[in-house]
């Protein structure tokens, strides 16, 4: 089953995730009409997808000057300054747009965001793999604790954890779980230590709610997530159990995508929306390829989560005979997909869920046919690459 290609209005074709003929769409409108405020909005975020930064400053300025109650575009124009570490930069946006506690938390940032100290590479051994990986990792020159992976999460603390580094709240917001409305705290932690990599001035939340754990089994003292992942050339390398982290310079950067050539991995595009979750290309039973999603943080032994109208366009059948509780607000069911793959990385008889009027697509604008979990990574070695914005992954 492929994905059949249609013309008409650039913003149904990305919607649909076909973002680069959506932007050469608005390019074709800002020809004629260079104010268009929608396109100058549209064009810079596609180019943030990518992490092509000097283009998503560009038209994402524009936009926010031609349309100044465009909320979102200013929310992406920070962003654009917070993935290159210009903290700074994103605080007066953040805060005309209303997201007042980043505002105060990147503000509250003394000495270098980020600032990586240590070797040029580092490889962590998992801890645990129920139901996610883990590792050991030091806060504050603290003991190690052990920390979930979560690709679509980003720092994250527990209490506990945040009480004995001695944290200080400098804002607070409100979240949710499946389970609960929280209070989430906002922060910065002095040091990150994973490895024989260091991070310091690390912007970090934390909270009361429970980090998912096995039964019987102590729950982790935080999550580490995509937030620090973007910083490095990061490898979740299943087959050795562990976490390769690298700086992201030209020498490692030569190495590694060397390396992956001669292990035959499959490279695909990878797309970085809503300030932490990764995106890539794959199908469904063969219905694809087009964008999916990849928190490896959901919970539960599904290996792929999809909408109900994806699940009947794939052609799976859905068992309603068997609700499945997933999240609080939406109601879900299994069903066994002969077939889900990244390229040709490929599992089958893959159990999954599907979602009834799911809230997947709301935050990033665009249609995604589901989201990819850490069960379905289990099989591969899995490398995120945020400076060519590739994925690689090969079986293990």
Known sequence: MTFARQSGDPDEVFKAGRFREADRAYARILEKDPDNARANAQRGYIALLSNKFATAEKFLTKAVRLAPDDRFSKEQLADCFVRQDQLARAVPLLRAARVEAYAKQYESVTGTPYEVRGAQST???????????????????????????????????????????????????????SEEVLTIYHGVVESLRMGGIELRNVPVVW????????????????????????????????????????????????????????????????????????????????????????????????????????????????????????????KSFPFVAPEVSLGRATSRNVYGI?????????????????????EFFKAFTVTFDYVGMHLYIART
């Open 123 to 177: 490889r962590i051994p998992f801890v645990a793999l129920n139901p996610g990986p883990a590792i050991e990792a030091s806060v504050n020159g603290a003991e190690p604790v052990t920390f979930g992976l979560d690709t679509g999460a980003p720092l994250a603390f527990t209490m506990e954890t945040a009480e004995k580094a001695g944290l200080r709240a400098v804002a607070t917001s409100k979240g949710r779980t």
């Open 207 to 330: 909270h009361d709610a429970e980090m998912p754990h096995p039964l019987g089994v102590e729950q982790p003292k935080g999550v580490i997530g995509t937030t620090i992942f973007y910083h490095f050339l990061t490898t979740m390398d299943f087959a050795n159990q562990a976490l390769v982290l690298r700086r992201k310079t030209e020498a490692q950067l030569r190495k590694f995508r060397a390396e992956a050539e001669r292990a035959g991995a499959e490279r695909l595009p990878l797309w970085l929306a809503d300030t932490h979750l990764p995106h890539t290309l794959g199908s469904i039973n063969g219905y694809g390829p087009r964008v999916v999603s990849l928190d490896t943080g959901v919970e539960g032994a599904a290996q792929v989560t999809a909408d109900e109208k994806t699940a009947k366009r794939a052609g799976l059948t859905v068992d309603y005979e068997r609700p499945v509780t997933l999240t609080a607000m939406d």
């Open 354 to 374: 599907a979602i009834q009027d799911s809230a997947l697509n709301n935050r990033v604008g665009f249609e995604t046919i589901g989201n990819f979990s850490q």
